[in-house]
């Protein structure tokens, strides 16, 4: 099998995914109740031990096939290759990277803290670490759904119409999403082991609250 079709396979089952966590975030932004309950019957599915390790395996090796794969096609040549190529190393070396370790880490240093919508609104609070953050998921869901568009152009180039909706609903939801974690549309009151976690990581100087 080539490595463009397991990468292709792999994304499938990796979009299932990707979709129940997006989908949760957009409910968080009419409530942090709201995301949390519909986070915790999703963990339901999600948080058994086979299905979790599963769903990192395949995150990994998403990451190492999109390498290769880059590797394999070398300098892009279109308008779309950019994008799809520019937004997939953005995605797995920015983002994926960064946010799975952050997660290994909390399991294994703060097992007791958990990571749903405080633990992500925590770091964006915090100034200076606010202005890294914040783009940080911002572009991140950006460049998730414009690597999705660009899958679409070259498997379904006819679909004209479904592009500029997926890459408006990015831009919309990239910036609307991490808006809602620093208290945009309600407020956001971090909760007090929220912030002790935050001095015993970060330093100081990193953690100012607004």
Known sequence: MTIKRLHHYNAVFLLLFI?????NHMIGL???????????????????????????????SQIALGLG??????????????????????????????????????????????????????????NPMG????????FGIMSIFAHLTAAIHFRWPDAVILRPVLLASGVVLGLAIPASLIGSFYEVSLPQEYLDYL?????SWLVTQN
């Open 19 to 23: 979709v129940a966590h997006i989908t």
């Open 69 to 126: 794969l880059i590797l394999k096609r070398g300098m892009p040549r279109v308008r779309w290759a950019w994008i799809q190529a520019i937004s997939g190393v953005y995605i797995a070396f920015f983002f994926l990277l960064q946010h799975l370790s952050a997660v290994i880490m909390m399991r294994l240093t703060y097992a007791q803290l958990d990571t749903n919508f405080y633990w992500a609104a925590s770091v964006v609070q915090a």
């Open 131 to 138: 202005w890294y953050f914040f783009p940080y998921y911002a």
């Open 30 to 60: 009419v409530g942090i109740e709201n995301h949390i309950a519909i986070m915790d019957m999703l963990r339901v599915v999600y948080r058994v031990q086979v299905i979790e390790i599963a769903v990192f395996i395949l995150f990994f």
């Open 199 to 203: 001095r015993d990581t970060y330093p």
